[in-house]
């Protein structure tokens, strides 16, 4: 085997850092600060952490179909970008502004109208009635603040990963920092009640949160709009708020197998977390440390996903078909070799971060055990990660739902929820068991990337109907 073929020269890795980091910037500070502010709830104690914690699951679902809604419009932004169509991409952000607006106001009525529900699915009686109805109580207080923030995240999203795929990724990132530290400090002001305020404990982060959420919106709409020369797209944007008919067919065709993907997969992640939680309340604590610190761990080959799909993207869109091959292949050896690192790191620090939360011996014991078991699939999970962009890159939307939201609802749910409640089976190799079917996924993705099926472009063949 030619090892060779799976490195790049300087100039390649040059080129995926200029596009990589600022997106582990971005996302970096985000989950950095994300971990810092669950620390802050989690000062408050094991219920309120919890019942924060569920609402966010459910807070994830919503903010996966925004994106995956708008990731078929993503997909045809970075092509026409590489085709050099300002039109094209001016219609693709028209039509994620549509489908933010739309998937927003229905993400808050819902939430509006299950939020008892959906909470109580994670709520089990192995604890006592005392702490299940506090932390019931505690999450509705939350969601019915963070409710307000879903419009702008929707719409910040637009703005940010249009800009990404056009290949401007600074301004994103400049914003998410802007965000993220607001959000600190108002957490910090506002769940302890520093500065005079008062100390608003849940609801607190709640506000925080929704303030940064409005934050970066403002910030990407004034930078973009006064910019309009670095931001092509944006140069009459707002004239007219129509989309091509063939266009908006296009995206649909393509967007509904993307926002159902991405919404059975989030869905599956959290009921898959719901079967973990049959264990008690100690294992949703438990989880949302560990993930919260998992996450800051996983910032390098999420980054590099996202790096995957406008760079591969752009290739495609140029008719570079051997380039794109050749890149990616480069792309998916060093998002494996990046992430084994931080996989190290993650192993090394974990029984370290449960230390800073006010819980039990028994949440923080079981969290770094979580910690350790996600450290030792990370690498297999960044393959699948890379693979998954490498597939949507390219348009193939249905081998792309086959692939994620598929393997987890034959796969992963079916395993979670047979050992949870079919057996005594205790949390930590019911932990361990399901965190392994990652590496089935990644055999599946070895099969798709070498078939080559997700080598082609969308848009080569239309007439550029504007150049820049």
Known sequence: MNVKKYFGDRAFYKMVLAVSVPIMVQNGISNFVSMLDNVMVGR??????????????????????????????????????????????????????????????????FFALFDEPIISLFLHETESEGDLAL??????????????????????????STMRETGKTVVPMVASIVAVLTNFCFNYILIFGHFGAPALGVVGAAIATVISRFVELAVLVIWGHTHTKTYAFLAGAYRGLTVPGHLMG?????????????????????????????????????????????????????????????IIGNLLGAGKLEEAKDTDRKLLAFSVLSTLGMAVLLCVSAPFFPLLYKTSDAVRELATYMMIASAAIMPFCAFANAAYFTIRAGGNVIITLLFDSVFMWVIVMPTAFLLSRFTGIGIRPLYLICQATEIIKVVFGVALIRSGTWLRSLVGEEKPQEMS
Request: glycine share 10%; net charge positive; with cysteine.
């Open 250 to 310: 296009q995206i649909a065709l393509k967007g509904l197998p993307l926002m159902f993907n991405e919404f059975f997969w989030s869905t599956a992640v959290t009921l898959r977390n719901q079967c973990y939680s049959t264990r008690g309340l100690d294992v949703v604590a438990a989880q949302n440390i560990a993930s919260t610190i998992v996450n800051v761990f996983n910032v390098v080959f999420i980054s590099l996903g996202s790096a995957v799909a406008i």
């Open 44 to 109: 408050l104690g094991t219920e309120s952490m919890s019942g924060v914690s569920i609402v966010n699951q459910f807070i994830f679902i919503f903010n996966l179909v925004i994106f995956g809604a708008a990731s078929a419009a993503g997909i045809f932004t970075a092509q026409y970008h590489g085709y050099g169509d300002v039109k094209g991409e001016r219609d693709t952000f028209r039509a994620k502004m549509w489908i933010s607006t739309l998937v927003g106001v229905a993400g808050i009525a």
């Open 135 to 160: 932390t019931l109580a505690e999450g509705k207080r939350y969601l019915a603040v963070m409710l307000a923030g879903l419009l702008p995240f929707a719409f910040s999203n637009a703005y940010a």
